[in-house]
């Protein structure tokens, strides 16, 4: 029985090893390493999101129904992160249209919040309902706070 669990120790840790070190080609394929991190910032951006965002667009991203857009399936999420960085970082105000639909109201900055948390808020948001945007780094919130208006 000890031969068979130190064996079964052996096997695990040959194959973290491997995983740890395998970068895959395809661009829809996460290493182990990134796996985690994604999870990671998932976990920590959920957090945030109740706690900053999830007031007006509700725990589950549906919105709030023409007053305060829904972030589930939302084609800016997908297309434009600087954009919304930028509106998480310093607010919004004015017309935006968001897949065809207008919303004109006024969403308040959160300028405490550090480009890492807006990296979870950006990963967990762009990974949920129905959105698949990947890891969003601190390091790219940092050149688009540099678009910011």
Known sequence: MRGLNKGLILIFGIVF??????????????SFNEKIKLR?????????????????????GSGLGRLIPPLSKNSTLMNDRNQVMCAIKYGLEGPLVIDVLEYNGKMPGNVELTNLEIAEILTFVGNSWGNSIGIVLSSEVEKGMMTCY
């Open 17 to 30: 090893f491997i995983s740890c070190g395998k970068k895959n080609t395809e661009s829809n394929e996460l």
């Open 40 to 60: 990671q910032y998932k976990v920590q951006g959920e957090g945030l999101y109740l706690m900053h965002c999830g007031n007006c667009h509700q725990a589950d």
